[in-house]
């Protein structure tokens, strides 16, 4: 499992689009990643909890409403990372797969 932590500040309009400050470099690395079939997720910090993006979803854009609003907060994140490194089961029932989907 790797995770590319973030940490972002939600801008105060809600259909802002939020830039999660990924580079080409890590874009590029994480799509590669996932694609050859490794557990890559990209953790987004901020003052609602933590934005959960796998499979391919740190493409997206999102708004600053999408992000208040699809935040987990931090200890259920910390919860998924303990339950992923032991049980095999992160976020979720489903896993990291139960990020928001678009």
């Not at 999660?20 to 990209?42: A, D």
């Not at 600053?64 to 609003?69: P, T």
């Amino acid at each position: 499992m790797f995770v590319e932590y973030k940490w972002v500040k939600i801008p105060a309009r809600p259909k802002t689009l939020v830039n999660f400050n990924l580079s080409k470099l890590q874009l590029n690395w994480l799509n590669l990643f996932h694609m050859y079939g490794q557990s890559v997720i990209v953790a987004v910090g901020n003052d609602c909890g933590v934005l959960i993006l796998s499979k391919g979803q740190w493409n997206k854009s999102f708004t600053a409403e999408e992000v208040e609003r699809e935040s987990k907060p931090k200890k259920d994140f910390i919860n998924g990372l303990i339950g992923l490194t032991q049980d095999g089961i992160g976020y979720g029932n489903g896993g990291w797969g139960d990020a928001p989907r678009r």
